[in-house]
């Protein structure tokens, strides 16, 4: 079965500051990946997902995720962090040929100071 | 608009008294799921549904029972809710195929 790790749980960065989370995934074959947005008090929304084709996908509000099949890796970067961006966020991943039932990290707590 | 709708939003409740949470999504989605999110374990998967009465246990399936008798429903049963079952509870659901998740607005469920 598949697992995904995030190992910063929490970040703290002033506005303006880079950012950038840390997923790796543990599963062998052909992966799907997605990282979730989780503003203080909403549900899950979508930022980003790699499907095939260009490792470096673009999502919503600036964000992006390369892929590094070598590595196993999908991370989290925006070039310049604002107030707004303080949320919880979630790696996922999707391991093809199985139930294609989503696997989630265990989240990163970023918090963005003005 | 498209969207996934969890009822209640908030319920508070006593040990042993059962309890459904519904959830409803409009988009014709084959696959639906329910995790809990308890802080420091992230999301963890209950139970999900490829399709209609097409059911499967998740990681953390004690103490739940689900139901997929139609296309667009999914409730979360709590036979007999504990304390330990205090959490915040999310249904999703998506189409076949790779796709992410719509994620309802979540219940948060405390059992006294």
């Known amino acids: 079965a598949q697992s995904v790790s995030q190992h910063n749980h929490h970040v703290i960065l002033s506005e303006a500051a880079s950012l950038e989370l840390g997923c790796n995934y543990s599963?062998?074959?052909?992966?799907?990946l997605f990282w979730y947005v989780q503003y203080p008090g909403q549900h899950l929304q979508l930022l980003l997902k790699?499907?095939?084709?260009?490792?470096l996908v673009k999502g919503i509000k600036g964000f992006e995720a390369e892929f590094i099949k070598s590595k196993f890796s999908f991370n989290l970067r925006k070039p310049s962090v604002q107030w707004s961006d303080t949320a919880e966020y979630f790696c996922?991943?999707?391991?093809?040929?199985?139930?294609?039932?989503?696997?989630f990290g265990r989240g990163t707590s970023l918090i963005v100071h003005p | 608009e498209a969207q996934v709708t969890q009822n209640p939003r908030y319920l508070i409740t006593v040990t042993g008294k059962k309890l459904t949470v519904t959830c409803s999504q409009n988009?014709?989605?084959?696959?639906m799921s329910w995790y809990r999110q308890d802080p420091g374990l992230g999301l963890r998967q209950i139970y999900y549904?490829?399709?209609?009465?097409?059911?499967d246990k998740g990681d953390v399936p004690e103490g739940y029972k689900v139901s997929r008798k139609e296309k667009r429903n999914f409730p979360l049963i709590l036979e007999s809710p504990s304390p330990n079952q205090t959490s915040l509870y999310f249904c999703?659901?998506?189409?076949?195929?790779?796709?992410?998740?719509?994620f309802g607005s979540g219940t948060r469920l405390t059992v006294v």
């Open positions: 999703a659901s998506r189409s076949r195929g790779l796709h992410g998740y719509t």
């Open positions: 599963y062998g074959g052909t992966v799907n």
């Open positions: 790699y499907f095939s084709g260009d490792p």
């Open positions: 996922a991943v999707i391991a093809s040929g199985g139930s294609y039932i989503p696997t």
């Open positions: 988009m014709n989605h084959e696959y």
């Open positions: 549904s490829m399709n209609v009465e097409v059911t």
